[in-house]
């Protein structure tokens, strides 16, 4: 059974900065960050390709980066400059439409 695992969440004031890691039980091509704040719905903040090519949010680029070690089965989002608009839950995705349960993000002073 496909199990993603995220974590690093947590409560971080605005201009601050978190690294996201998912932890996967296989091997996965493109990978995605997710991401729900309330009362909206999800929407697609990062992927890569299991080669490594990279796309992003409009509103993120330049301020979080997408990576993976597939050695460590793994795939991380490091968020800097956060924004309070950046609170959410943060989902792992990958292509063949799995989910993890989320990490929650919290941009607040």
């Known amino acids: 059974q496909v199990q993603l695992v995220e974590s690093g969440g947590g409560l971080v004031q605005p201009g601050g900065s978190l690294r996201l890691s998912c932890a996967a039980s296989?091997?996965?091509?493109?990978m995605s960050w997710y991401r729900q704040a309330p009362g909206n719905q999800r929407e697609l903040v990062a992927a890569?390709?299991?080669?490594?090519?990279?796309n992003y949010k409009d509103s993120v680029k330049g301020r979080f980066t997408i990576s993976r070690d597939n050695a460590k089965n793994t795939m991380y989002l490091q968020m800097n400059s956060l924004k309070p608009e950046d609170t959410a839950v943060y989902y792992c995705?990958?292509?063949?439409?799995?989910w993890g349960k989320g990490t929650l993000v919290t941009v607040s002073s």
């Open positions: 995705h990958t292509a063949a439409g799995h």
């Open positions: 890569i390709t299991g080669a490594g090519s990279t």
């Open positions: 296989g091997i996965f091509t493109t």
